[in-house]
């Protein structure tokens, strides 16, 4: 396992940070016909699929009007000198309405004519590195801005700034910063080598997981990795191990893996956040999973990493 190259952890494209701070950076992408548009729509991303069928972002031109209603981003500057958008759009058309040569609110046919739309957590392992990095960065910041637009000191509205990449209080001027949640997720494995895994009580049924959870402000990681499995499991983890980390942008958490040894393997579960806990061996999770009495988390996510990595190969299902 490369955890170096998890899905959502791959880029190829220059953040080029020293640009966000020109007053018209976006406005200067916007202008040039090389530039090329990320689009986004209540968290899910324009995307196609190629003749092979691979998917990939669909990349559109700016538009030649203005899309005024749309949050812009500066995402960056790929290895070719091609800049990098994202347009994150709070309607989508049904109609082409043009007035004295402006494109009316919500009238975007012409930008997102053809497009699919899809959710990054379906599609992430299947782009390639490039898109993979831009999807990552415009769906985290797009959230993020959502989620954030009055000033946390005043309650004043805040409005975009640098480039999509900090919000400015229009009161008191304050600047304010996209936040990442840090959050750990284990393989706990027990002294014969078997695999915990657990259901979370909102999963759909027969879905297990490796544990996760948050990291608490005043705690280390490893610290946050032996509270939560003793809190959703009951089990006494000893030694943990860094294997590395991805983005998880629902809406703002990064992913810190580890494998922990349990020093304790009777399982009591909170019955809240866990409802089911399970040792598994290698044959046993293979066999469930091959009948569909397991199902494992999508292959975008960590978790599946963790998992494969401790079977020594892939496993089925999607």
Same mark, same amino acid.
């Not at 972002?57 to 995402?75: E, M, Q």
């Not at 790929?78 to 609110?105: N, R």
């Not at 009777?266 to 091959?290: H, I, K, N, P």
């Given at each position: 396992?490369?955890?170096?190259?998890?899905?959502?952890?791959?880029?190829?494209?220059?953040?080029?940070?020293?640009?966000?701070?020109?007053?018209?950076?976006?406005?200067?992408?916007?202008?040039?016909?090389?530039?090329?548009v990320?689009?986004?729509?209540e968290g899910?991303?324009?995307?196609?699929?190629?003749?092979?069928?691979?998917?990939?972002? !669909? /990349?559109?031109?700016? #538009? @030649?009007?203005? &899309? %005024?209603?749309?949050?812009? =981003?500066?995402? +960056?500057?790929?290895? $070719?000198g091609?800049?990098?958008?994202?347009? !994150? /759009?709070?309607?989508? #058309? @049904?109609?082409? &309405? %043009?007035?004295?040569?402006? =494109?009316?609110? +919500?009238?975007?046919? $012409?930008?997102?004519?053809?497009?699919?739309?899809?959710?990054?957590?379906?599609?992430?392992?299947?782009? %390639?590195?490039?898109?993979?990095?831009?999807?990552?960065?415009?769906?985290?910041?797009?959230?993020?801005?959502?989620?954030?637009?009055?000033?946390?000191r005043?309650?004043?509205?805040?409005?975009?700034?640098?480039?999509g990449?900090?919000?400015?209080?229009?009161?008191?001027?304050?600047?304010?910063?996209?936040?990442?949640d840090?959050?750990?997720?284990?393989?706990?494995?027990?002294?014969?080598?078997?695999?915990?895994?657990?259901?979370a009580?909102?999963?759909?049924e027969h879905?297990?997981?490796?544990?996760?959870?948050?990291?608490?402000?005043?705690?280390?990681?490893?610290?946050?990795?032996?509270?939560?499995?003793?809190?959703?499991?009951?089990?006494?983890?000893?030694?943990?191990?860094?294997?590395?980390?991805?983005?998880?942008?629902?809406?703002?958490?990064?992913?810190?893996?580890?494998?922990?040894?349990?020093?304790?393997?009777?399982?009591?579960?909170?019955?809240?956040?866990?409802?089911?806990?399970?040792?598994?061996?290698?044959?046993?999770?293979?066999?469930?999973?091959?009948?569909?009495?397991?199902?494992?988390?999508?292959?975008?996510?960590?978790?599946?990493?963790?998992?494969?990595?401790?079977?020594?190969?892939?496993?089925?299902?999607?």
């Amino acid at each position: 396992m490369d955890w170096t190259r998890l899905p959502l952890s791959r880029s190829e494209v220059d953040r080029a940070a020293h640009l966000r701070t020109g007053v018209t950076v976006i406005d200067d992408a916007r202008a040039a016909t090389a530039t090329r548009v990320v689009l986004l729509h209540e968290g899910r991303l324009a995307t196609r699929q190629t003749e092979d069928g691979q998917v990939r972002l !669909d /990349l559109r031109r700016p #538009p @030649t009007v203005p &899309v %005024d209603d749309a949050l812009w =981003v500066f995402l +960056g500057v790929g290895p $070719d000198g091609v800049v990098y958008l994202a347009a !994150d /759009l709070p309607d989508l #058309p @049904t109609e082409s &309405v %043009d007035i004295e040569g402006v =494109v009316a609110p +919500g009238a975007l046919t $012409d930008l997102v004519a053809g497009a699919t739309w899809s959710s990054l957590r379906e599609v992430g392992s299947r782009l %390639d590195a490039r898109d993979a990095g831009l999807a990552t960065t415009a769906v985290g910041l797009a959230a993020w801005h959502s989620r954030h637009p009055r000033c946390p000191r005043c309650g004043s509205m805040t409005e975009p700034a640098t480039g999509g990449w900090t919000r400015r209080c229009a009161v008191d001027g304050s600047d304010h910063y996209p936040r990442t949640d840090p959050a750990v997720i284990m393989a706990v494995l027990d002294a014969d080598d078997r695999l915990l895994l657990g259901h979370a009580a909102h999963w759909p049924e027969h879905r297990f997981s490796t544990l996760a959870g948050y990291v608490e402000p005043g705690e280390s990681i490893e610290a946050a990795v032996r509270r939560e499995v003793a809190e959703e499991v009951g089990v006494s983890v000893g030694d943990v191990t860094y294997k590395g980390s991805q983005p998880w942008p629902f809406p703002a958490s990064l992913m810190l893996a580890f494998t922990a040894r349990a020093l304790t393997t009777d399982l009591t579960v909170d019955g809240v956040e866990v409802t089911e806990a399970r040792w598994f061996t290698r044959a046993e999770l293979a066999e469930e999973v091959s009948r569909a009495a397991v199902l494992l988390p999508m292959r975008t996510s960590v978790a599946r990493a963790l998992i494969e990595e401790w079977f020594g190969g892939e496993l089925g299902g999607p």
